[in-house]
């Protein structure tokens, strides 16, 4: 018998608001303990909540670009359990009726395209951070992440396999990224991962029991806990047992999954409509203009970039990985610069600069106006690229013009046939066995030569006629 | 103490006579200590609290706040032993409006833990006494707020009504109590107890004074999306206003056979004075007036099960020390008294998984019910005139063991809070040397006519002496 997993999952995203969900406070990360709270969101007695509009129109883009129906009446809801992180004993969310519900998010799975229903997008507000010091033997409560605002995505259990979980969450992550409501930043807990996975004989249309995997916090992680628990349930149906209902935790550290105690999850959350906030009303204008204001979605770049550009599917995906990387692709096009240049150098060399620089495209300093211009002087022979690299790490670090650089750094492509020739000369008497390797047949190995003199010439020699010197040379006696 | 020389009394009060504050505070302090004591105040101001920080409407005014309405200076205990010695670092938008106005503070109120109650004997901190017998309850739960004016320390108090906490100790204290709309004015730094029904309301020896005082602590504000943006008419001339041409609508299920007939008596005579006044006064039906009690105690415990939550010892308040946070949470939440305890676990029963649809979703019909109740009683008459409660005070202790007996105290004064419309209790009489009240209901936002009319009852008694 064939077996499948049935997975969906629930992501918890921060807005990027400036403020949390129901006060005035700034929702930060990494602040000192404490530092941002007020009445309202450690929960002292008399203080009341009030809706922070920002965090509504994220939510609304945010379940826009998953194609949800917009309830344009939602409510408000208090769901109640006791944690010390949590100020109030209940938290302030989004039960009967969500903002969202009825959407579908497209994805590149296993199977070239996935679809994944969404059951449900709400808004709700996150709780603190229970610190355990071991040392110390107690417990501290940082409350400034209390009543920060998330957005709650439940999908439909449409998911395979963990490896579409994983592509899902990145299409899912991007879309969110490009429409600037969350950093999705998972180490700041921005995103956080709960699955729920069952499996079942392929072509049964019936659930099995299924487990939540909870306590998740990278994609790498939530893949690997679903092949365990899926392996796990897979051994236990084959041996005709049963899986029992339960919640796992996922431990990073050790790679585990551990039962979470059963009094743990045995809440009852006596969900109640919020009385200290109205309805959430929304009209059928805000949600038009918030349609309106969605930038188009990496999917649709995408394919636009290969249709338009030509390019191949590795190159529109890294352009598209991030809107500002496609921004800039974009702008070098608008300036008459080759697509297929352009995607080679932005995806290579610029892609690189800004690792290492740890900027984005709209950040780095080198713009693309710059950028154009160099890549002009490299299509002109008057730089060589590997030059022009050079280049761009002196405008990232000190700007001024192109031009100007290769001019007080030497770096111009060195074309003199009687300097080219030295360098040739003097690497040919360097590797004497690679040269007979070359004249054995082993004609690859010119690449390698062409590097040499490349790197004795600092970059500088015009790698075409190096090539041409090269072969004439190792030819010719 | 018989209602005439109440009325004289209150008469004795001028705005332009006032008397210093400082002198005043001292004066309730000593009364307040010696063997006539009434259990009034939680905790009183200094001195030097009672400078006025502006002038305005109410300057050099002292007035005495309930102590579940919180203040910069003074603690917020809400009557419990869970937030004794609590002190707020943050202030109630009604006090701010207060300070605006040039009042002052002159202490913190006694009351039922956390509102829940209808004699101020669930206080944590002892009972406060009724000023007119001390052998009486004050009612509740804003006692300590209505026997502070009966009691003539001072001529304005706030209170807060979630099933008739202004209304009903007025009544029994023989004083004036008003409930506005919800929404009228904000809970802003008014502590919880069942956040759909809880309005903060006022207390005075006069219409005028109470009708003055929520002039000022009306109105919309940011912190409270549930307050509402509605200009703030002024409510001082309503008092004073002709209620002439007013239909004033009677509700059969308010004046039930079982009803004492000096107590009827006397409120035929307030209907009577009411038509001399100018007023036409018609029999009207609420026909689901028998579900307010027990919708009520639905749907405010189960809100009180949930705004009572944050009571855990881990922020503020009292914390037990235990060997870990369940004996924590348990031993810190075992200083709820009895009451409190009783209609948290009410609530959480009744918003258990399994039963919601059976109370929760069923009393919330039966609200939509008794407000449109109301709503078609308005189209038909200006306001509704009621007994405020079925009963004078009663006796210290008399019902302290009978939560169901007590409940009923409420039973005319809930429906206005399941429906949010507003209510005024002014004094029309005494019975077995007690004052008995009677209740103006108007249809949202009508707080000018309760006004008026209450007005036009009291002045009518006036004219008596």
């Known amino acids: 018998m064939n077996w499948e997993a049935v997975i969906g999952v629930e992501v918890h995203l921060r807005l990027k608001t400036e403020h949390k969900l129901f006060c005035r406070d700034r929702a930060v990360f990494g602040a000192a303990p404490n530092t941002h709270i007020c009445p309202v969101c450690i929960g002292l007695p008399g203080a009341l909540p009030v809706l922070n509009a920002h965090a509504v129109e994220l939510a609304l883009q945010t379940a826009l670009a998953f194609g949800c129906r917009i309830n344009l009446d939602s409510t408000w809801a208090r769901k109640s359990y006791f944690y010390p992180d949590l100020p109030k004993g209940y938290q302030i969310t989004q039960f009967e009726k969500p903002i969202a519900t009825d959407g579908r998010v497209i994805f590149s799975s296993s199977e070239d395209k996935g679809l994944v229903g969404i059951r449900r997008v709400h808004i709700e507000e996150d709780a603190g951070k229970l610190l355990h010091d071991k040392a110390l033997g107690a417990s501290a409560i940082d409350f400034n992440r209390a009543g920060t605002a998330l957005v709650e995505i439940v999908t439909e259990p449409d998911l395979r396999t963990p490896e579409d979980v994983r592509s899902f969450l990145g299409e899912l992550k991007q879309t969110v990224e490009y429409i600037g409501a969350s950093d999705c930043n998972m180490e700041e807990g921005n995103l956080r991962v709960d699955a729920n996975v069952s499996v079942r004989p392929v072509g049964s249309l019936e659930l099995g029991n299924k487990t939540e995997i909870k306590n998740v916090n990278s994609f790498s992680g939530i893949e690997k806990a679903l092949s365990l628990e899926i392996r796990r349930q897979l051994s236990l149906m084959k041996e005709g047992g049963l899986v029992n209902q339960k919640t796992l935790l996922w431990d990073d550290h050790r790679s585990e999954l551990r039962e979470m105690r059963s009094k743990e999850e045995s809440n009852d959350y006596r969900y109640f409509p919020e009385p200290d906030l109205h309805p959430l009303v929304l009209s059928q204008g805000q949600v038009t203009a918030a349609l309106d204001s969605l930038p188009e979605l990496p999917r649709d770049r995408r394919y636009r970039f290969k249709k338009t550009y030509e390019l191949k599917d590795y190159d529109a995906d890294v352009l598209t990985q991030t809107a500002t990387t496609a921004d800039y692709f974009e702008d070098l096009v608008g300036i008459n610069v080759d697509p297929k240049v352009a995607a080679k150098w932005v995806t290579g060399p610029l892609q690189a600069l800004m690792n290492q620089h740890r900027e984005d495209a709209q950040s780095i300093p080198v713009r693309p106006e710059i950028m154009g211009e160099l890549i002009r002087l490299v299509e002109r022979g008057v730089v060589s690229e590997s030059a022009a690299k050079t280049v761009m790490v002196i405008l990232a670090e000190d700007g001024g013009s192109p031009s100007d650089i290769i001019e007080a750094r030497g770096l111009a492509q060195e074309r003199d046939l009687g300097q080219l020739t030295d360098w040739v000369t003097e690497v040919l008497a360097k590797y004497p066995e690679e040269v007979s390797r070359y004249r054995d047949g082993e004609l690859k190995i010119l690449g390698y030569l062409v590097g040499q003199v490349m790197n004795s010439s600092g970059g500088a020699a015009d790698p075409k006629i190096v090539r041409n010197l090269l072969i004439d040379y190792l030819n010719d006696s | ?465």
């Open chain 2, 1 to 465: 103490m018989t209602l005439q020389d109440k009325v004289q009394r209150s008469r004795l009060y001028d705005t332009a006579g006032l008397d210093l504050a400082p002198k005043s505070l001292t004066q309730v302090k000593k009364t307040e200590n010696s063997s006539e004591g009434l259990n009034v105040f939680l905790s009183l101001a200094e001195p030097e609290d009672l400078v006025p920080r502006a002038q305005g409407d109410l300057t050099g005014v002292m007035v005495a706040v309930k102590d579940n309405i919180c203040t910069e200076k003074l603690p917020t205990t809400c009557g419990s032993l869970v937030l004794k010695g609590y002190q707020s670092p943050y202030e109630a938008t009604a006090i701010r409006k207060l300070r605006e106005a040039g009042a002052v503070i002159i202490g913190k109120t006694n009351l039922d833990e956390f509102g829940m109650g209808s004699s101020t004997e669930n206080s944590a901190f002892g009972p406060t006494l009724n000023p007119i017998d001390q052998s009486f309850v004050p009612g509740g739960s804003s006692g300590g707020s209505a026997a502070a004016v009966a009691a003539g320390y001072t001529r304005m108090a706030l209170g807060s009504d979630t099933g008739g906490s202004v209304r009903q100790p007025a009544a029994f204290c023989g004083v004036v109590g008003i409930k506005p709309t919800y929404g009228r004015v904000s809970r802003y730094g008014l502590v919880a107890f069942a956040s759909s029904l809880d309005q903060i309301g006022t207390i005075g020896a006069t219409v005028l004074d109470a009708s003055l005082l929520l002039e000022v602590i009306s109105g919309h504000d940011i912190r409270d999306t549930t307050s509402v943006e509605r200009l703030v008419p002024s409510y001082r001339d309503a008092a004073t206003q002709s209620i002439e041409g007013m239909v004033v609508g009677i509700p059969s299920e308010y004046f039930p056979d079982e009803l004492d007939p000096s107590i009827r008596a006397i409120l035929d005579e307030a209907c009577e004075r009411l038509v001399d006044a100018g007023a036409r006064v018609q029999p009207i039906s609420l026909p689901h007036t028998e579900f307010a009690i027990p919708c009520y105690y639905i749907l405010a415990t189960a809100e009180a099960s949930s705004n009572l939550a944050r009571y855990d010892g881990v922020r503020f308040g009292t914390r037990m020390p235990s060997d870990g946070l369940d004996q924590m949470y348990e031993l810190t939440r075992h200083h709820f008294g009895s009451e409190v305890q009783r209609r948290i676990i009410l609530g959480t029963y009744v918003l258990s998984a399994g039963y919601y649809d059976a109370y929760y979703a069923k009393a919330q019909k039966a609200r939509a019910r008794i407000s449109q109740d109301f709503k078609t009683a308005f189209q038909e008459v200006d306001i509704i005139f009621t007994p405020t409660s079925p009963t004078p005070a009663f006796a210290l202790g008399e019902r302290i063991s009978d939560p169901l007996a007590m409940y009923l105290s409420d039973v005319f004064t809930v429906p206005a809070n399941l429906a949010g419309i507003p209510g005024i209790s002014v004094p029309i009489g005494m019975v077995g040397g007690l004052p008995l009240g009677g209740q103006f209901l108007g249809p949202w936002w009508g707080e000018s006519e309760l006004i008026a009319a209450a007005g036009a009852l009291e002045a009518s008694y006036g004219d008596n002496t």
